[in-house]
């Protein structure tokens, strides 16, 4: 990948990254893919359309969801 790396990139722009999933995920492709990309950051997609765009976060920002998501921050968007 050359050139500057922003959200909504199309993800598969984003060349010599490896995305990962939760073990958690169905088997529907109903998840989300994570990449440490070479900047530093971590980029997002969507498992069902791996060419759309890309979310990217810096390590604090995707640090602070992952802790809220632990805290039960996000439970009220289930239900």
């Known amino acids: 990948m050359t050139g500057r790396i922003e959200n909504g990139l199309p993800a598969d722009l984003l060349t010599g990254v490896a995305w990962r999933k939760s073990a958690r995920s169905g088997a529907l492709g109903n998840c989300v893919e994570l990449a440490s990309l070479p900047t530093g950051e971590i980029a997002v997609r969507n ?4 060419s759309g765009p ?3 976060y810096t390590r604090d920002e ?3 969801f992952v802790a809220g998501a632990k805290d039960g ?3 009220d968007v289930l239900g």
């Open 47 to 50: 498992s069902r359309f791996p």
């Open 54 to 56: 890309a979310l990217v």
């Open 62 to 64: 995707m640090a602070a």
């Open 73 to 75: 921050d996000f439970d």
